[in-house]
């Protein structure tokens, strides 16, 4: 079966400290591989998606990128942190076909607090 | 553009009684649709979907919903409650003109079942 990890669990960094976020899927091949933010305990908004080894579409431009060095790995990184990267980030990834009935499955996700 | 609203921002009810969590939405095309349920400081766990097929799909933990495509709704049931369901429901729609493989999600409702 297939399983997505999410580390670290929870992270405190100050302001202006670099961030990496790492997201990785076992039992699966191809995976399409999303990154995801949730302020304030509602709404999601999608930051990045993959289909492939460095492919990678950012839908909003903000402070954040991403990066996907490895199939089933998915990075999430700044250079730079502000207060209002802070959130709880959800990694999620989908079948390699890309069909649209594909179900996404979402890992444990990272809270992060930017101080 | 496409797009899903839940006009409840938190629903009550009684343990035992029947439940629902609406969902609305607007794509061109036919639908694919999804309900996921979120515990507090948890990632989103997939509960149903619909493609095709019979207008009422059966989920995970007793969980189901109708699919109306004249009110252009996916409102979420179960017969009776239990108090473990409280947490934050998330309806989200993909529509089938859109080639990559994004999903719009609703911004959540929140379940309260009291004993």
């Known amino acids: 079966s297939q399983t997505i990890h999410q580390w670290p669990a929870t992270l405190v960094q100050p302001v202006g400290s670099p961030l990496s976020l790492e997201c990785t899927v076992e039992?699966?091949?191809?995976?399409?591989l999303y990154w995801y933010r949730q302020a304030a305990g509602r709404g999601l908004q999608l930051l990045f998606y993959?289909?492939?080894?460095?492919?990678i579409s950012s839908e909003v431009p903000q402070n954040l990128s991403a990066s996907r060095p490895q199939d089933r790995q998915f990075i999430l990184s700044s250079k730079k942190l502000l207060l209002s990267d802070s959130g709880f980030y959800l990694c999620?990834?989908?079948?390699?076909?890309?069909?649209?009935?594909?179900?996404?499955?979402f890992g444990p996700g990272t809270r992060l607090t930017v101080l | 553009a496409q797009s899903v609203a839940q006009p409840e921002d938190q629903v009550n009810v009684a343990e035992g009684n029947p439940l629902t969590v609406k969902c609305t939405y607007s794509?061109?095309?036919?639908?694919?649709l999804f309900w996921y349920v979120q515990y507090p400081n948890r990632g989103l766990q997939f509960l149903l979907k619909?493609?095709?097929?019979?207008?009422l799909v059966k989920g995970s933990y007793g969980f189901e919903a109708e699919f109306n495509k004249s009110q252009t709704s996916f409102h979420l049931k179960k017969p009776s409650a239990l108090v473990s369901d409280s947490a934050l429901y998330f309806c989200?729609?993909?529509?089938?003109?859109?080639?990559?493989?994004?999903?719009?999600f609703g911004t959540g409702t929140r379940l309260q079942v009291f004993p």
């Open positions: 999620a990834w989908s079948g390699w076909r890309g069909a649209s009935t594909d179900t996404q499955y």
């Open positions: 039992g699966t091949s191809n995976p399409n």
């Open positions: 993959s289909v492939g080894i460095g492919q």
């Open positions: 794509v061109s095309g036919n639908p694919y």
């Open positions: 619909y493609i095709t097929g019979d207008n």
């Open positions: 989200a729609v993909r529509g089938i003109s859109y080639n990559t493989d994004k999903l719009i």
